[in-house]
């Protein structure tokens, strides 16, 4: 066939899109005999454009290889698009970047490498090319997309969604868009509108395990845990297995006090490989809150050792507390006074350190702090115990009353706060009044031996000798000891015992 006429048929079939009709031309002339570089070029674009790029790119090496001149970078840019679309990005971006460097500099070639940079994970480098491919013109939804698609990758979500949303002006929104929008939503702390998207989505069409997973990690941010943990659980049973799924079941059964179900897949996330310092910052909240906190210490620590700068001081709080309840108060004072050089003091840390400081004796330390989380908000029934408590261990009897019977007045009504205020009263020797409370103490189940010798102290100084001695009975049946024996028998000649 006359080469002019064949090349004009093949520019006509192409244009139309009837590459199929086009290559049977060109492969029928390759059996005739013809090998130009024309032909193969041609044979190659072809096949590109039904998929078959593995063939397409045999032709297209088969020009390479006679190290012809490439004019303006077409050759190196159809080698380049083949390799992209079998997946071989690093090797496609090199012949991409060849065909720019030789000329070639327009809109297709600024958005293949861009594309490309993508899928590398390289989304700033990705964004220069797309913003060359822009300012040559393009100014379509897949640009758009694109700007969209790097943006979020690089945590500029604004940025994003700006990109978004215009794309959605362009065409519509379509699934996959409104899914990326939806997303981003979540990742702004727009739970509500993330879910109202998702379920639109899910309306359309879209139910596989993403957009599950996704309504299911919107509804955790919302404190809705038992509809996420419904999700989770169903996305799970369609053969999600991954560290992600088993870290979100994990994290929704802690924020609803299921702990110990909540160790069980944070355990299976471990075995999976994931993040250590996460995993152990979990792990050592969960087990704290189940109560077992040496374990809760030993993964905090752990989790501190891998840490960043700035997750320092929620594990600092954190090992203080666990400290704290092994009664290990001056390891915890070490730890909290860690996390309030870092952070501004708040009356959780202020409330923790007053504790840990009255447990060892330092009652004007512990004070400064308790006044401080009143200062700061923290102004309820346990705090004014606490302050009660401490002024007690100083003796200050009565400014100790005082505050425990702020602690009354504010609704706290038990064993320990009664005993509190009936102790600070005997040690003003208002024994009446100190058994009034005693008692009331006892009624609400207190029945320790310090608690029956205390009320068997105040008997005796209002000689009332027969109940002296059965409260003094009582405590030594609790925790004998040779002082209670002796006040039982100096009691007992002072009453007629049967």
């Not at 519509?172 to 509500?192: C, M, N, P, R, V």
Request: net charge negative.
């Amino acid at each position: 066939m006359n080469e002019l006429l064949l090349r004009e048929q093949i520019d006509d079939l192409y244009d139309n899109g009837e590459y199929e009709e086009g290559l049977k031309l060109l492969k029928e002339e390759e059996k005739n005999g013809n090998d130009s570089s024309w032909l193969f070029c041609n044979i190659g674009w072809g096949l590109g454009r039904i998929g078959k790029n593995n063939e397409a790119l045999e032709y297209l090496r088969r020009v390479e290889v006679r190290e012809e001149p490439d004019e303006d970078g077409w050759l190196n840019s159809e080698i380049g698009w083949n390799l992209g679309l079998l997946g071989k990005i690093k090797e496609a971006l090199f012949y991409l970047k060849t065909a720019k460097s030789i000329g070639r500099d327009d809109i297709w070639i600024n958005s293949e490498i861009a594309w490309n940079l993508g899928k590398l994970e390289k989304y700033e480098e990705a964004l220069f090319y797309l913003k060359q491919a822009e300012a040559l013109g393009r100014d379509d939804y897949w640009i758009s997309c694109e700007f969209g698609w790097d943006l979020e990758n690089l945590d500029r979500f604004d940025e994003a969604l700006g990109y978004f949303n215009v794309a959605k002006a362009q065409k519509g929104g379509d699934i996959w868009l409104d899914s990326q929008i939806a997303w981003i939503y979540g990742k702004t702390e727009k739970f509500e509108k993330a879910l109202e998207l998702l379920k639109d989505i899910r309306k359309r069409g879209r139910n596989d395990a993403w957009l599950k997973s996704q309504l299911a990690w919107n509804y955790g941010k919302l404190g809705k845990h038992n509809e996420a943990l419904d999700l989770l659980f169903e996305v799970s049973k369609d053969g999600r297995k991954d560290v992600w799924i088993n870290n979100e079941i994990a994290w929704n059964y802690g924020r609803i006090g299921e702990h110990e179900k909540a160790l069980d897949y944070l355990k299976k996330s471990k075995k999976l490989g994931a993040d250590e310092c996460w995993i152990n910052t979990e792990l050592g909240w969960n087990y704290g809150r189940a109560k077992n906190y040496k374990k809760a210490i030993k993964c905090l620590l752990e989790a501190r050792k891998l840490a960043k700068e700035e997750n320092l001081s929620w594990l600092d709080r954190e090992l203080g507390w666990n400290y704290g309840r092994i009664n290990d108060s001056k390891k915890a004072i070490k730890y909290l006074l860690e996390a309030e050089k870092a952070d501004d003091l708040d009356d959780w840390l202020a409330t923790e350190l007053g504790w840990n400081y009255d447990k060892i004796g330092k009652y004007e330390e512990g004070l400064s702090y308790l006044f401080k989380a009143k200062d700061l908000g923290r102004d309820d029934d346990w705090v004014n115990s606490e302050i009660g408590w401490a002024y007690s261990s100083l003796g200050e009897f009565e400014t100790a009353l005082k505050y425990l019977f702020i602690a009354k007045d504010m609704g706290r009504e038990d064993s320990w706060l009664y005993s509190e205020i009936a102790w600070n009263y005997k040690e003003q020797n208002k024994y009446k009044i100190a058994l009034e409370y005693f008692l009331k103490s006892e009624e609400l189940g207190k029945d320790t031996s310090w608690f029956y010798e205390n009320t068997a102290t105040c008997f005796e100084k209002l000689k009332k000798y027969d109940k002296a001695y059965e409260y003094y009975k009582k405590a030594y049946e609790k925790e004998s000891s040779e002082f209670l024996e002796n006040k039982i028998n100096e009691v007992k000649k002072k009453i007629k015992v049967k």
